[in-house]
């Protein structure tokens, strides 16, 4: 099937918060930009736009975008030829520019079949409000870019996202609605967890390309004692002078809590002589570690969703992944999360190719005392 319209939407601020560590961008553009934030969803963008160039989606299907830094000017450096939407922008972007995006591209005017956007949580609840007020059923699609992406309306990654596309143009992917959830950004800066569903979206659908909604760790007794059993068994493994950077979590923090130490529940950390430096960015990381030959990342991946980089642990960045290597990647997850692994594999969206490359294959996983598996990195 060919000669649809494709919406595309892109929210320019959005992931500015993730290396320096504020756990988003949501009202606090500004102390990201003076922390040396750099834009994210430009180069998300143009990832998704090269892929389907190469697959002739561009050419054989009509893209319709927004002016300037929200779609016409990264689909100008790609070089594929787009339709701009008749409105204007603010300077510094603003969620009002996105709804009305969202209305123009699902009205009779425009009538698009799909709706892309590059955002992330707050995106999509933007895109929800603005379809829900003119009771449209345009189906959606998100290419992440933010901090958290707690919602299921994501794609794992841009190049996952141009496979969607695909599928949904040939009639291949199954149509269904995916969770969107309110995430309280300051409550999280706060190290506190305030979720909630917000609403629904549709969207196309196809097996490991969508990443799913985030699942909670279940409060129970055999959950506690396997984590209990991790950290122990990882402890008695580390090495005194080593360095450990320490990623969100509630079995990330049990290996703190066992060390003696305060580990934020949903930051990174570095560990370190005997002692913490907590809610640590890109920037602090970089330059407190010494000995990179000689540092560990301690992660565990979202539950649900399996993804161990990309998804709220941005302050450990492709740069500091590539230093330290994936030989000494430690990952950890509870028997009950590897059971609610998609197909048993683990998921990376780093956002560097070369990085995302390195890390897939096969990692060590701790599942117990003295328990470990190999588990498929994709």
């Known amino acids: 099937m060919k000669g649809l319209k494709i919406g ?7 992931g500015m918060g993730g290396r320096v560590g504020l756990k988003g961008t949501d009202n606090v553009l500004e102390e990201a930009i003076a ?30 975008t927004c002016p300037g830094i929200m779609g016409e000017e990264e689909a100008r450096e790609v070089g594929i030829n787009v ?45 929800h409000d603005a379809l829900k007020e003119k009771e449209s059923e345009t189906l959606v699609l998100g290419i992440p870019a933010g901090v ?15 496979e969607v596309v695909e599928a949904f143009i040939k009639g291949e992917a199954d149509i269904m609605d995916f969770e969107i959830m309110d995430v309280d950004e300051s409550a999280i800066r706060n190290d506190r967890i305030e979720i909630c569903l917000y609403g629904y979206l549709r969207g196309p659908y196809l097996p490991m390309r969508i990443q799913g909604t985030k699942q909670a760790s279940p409060e129970t007794l055999d959950e506690k004692e396997n984590q209990f059993g991790i950290a122990k068994f990882v402890i008695e493994s580390m090495k005194p002078n080593a360095s450990y950077i320490l990623g969100p979590g509630t ?20 560990y370190l002589n005997g002692k913490i430096i907590n809610d640590v960015n890109e920037e602090t990381i970089i330059k407190n570690v010494k000995d990179w030959e000689n540092t560990w990342i301690i992660v565990s991946p979202i539950g649900g969703q399996g993804i161990i980089f990309g998804r709220g642990n941005q302050q450990i960045s492709p740069e500091i ?10 990952v950890l997850a509870t028997k009950n999360k590897i059971q609610r692994l998609k197909n048993g594999v683990l998921r990376i969206d780093t956002g560097d190719p070369e990085v995302d490359e390195m890390l897939r294959g096969y990692i060590k996983v701790i599942t117990d005392y003295r328990e470990w598996r190999l588990l498929p990195v994709k």
């Open 148 to 162: 958290k992406m707690y919602s299921g309306i994501f794609a794992v990654n841009p190049a996952e996202a141009a």
């Open 321 to 330: 992944i590539r230093r330290v290597g994936k030989e000494r990647i430690i």
């Open 8 to 14: 595309f939407i892109v929210n320019p601020i959005a």
């Open 83 to 127: 339709e701009v939407l008749p409105m204007r922008i603010k300077e510094r972007t603003t969620a009002e520019d996105t709804e009305r995006a969202a209305v123009m591209l699902a009205s009779d005017s425009y009538n698009v079949d799909l709706i892309v956007f590059v955002g992330g949580d707050g995106t999509a609840k933007d895109i």
């Open 35 to 64: 922390l040396g934030a750099k834009p994210v969803a430009p180069q998300r963008a143009k990832a998704f736009l090269k892929k389907i160039k190469e697959k002739g989606i561009a050419a054989e299907n009509k893209i319709i």
């Open 251 to 270: 079995t990330v923090k049990t290996l703190g809590d066992l060390l003696g130490v305060k580990k934020t529940l949903l930051g990174v950390d570095l």
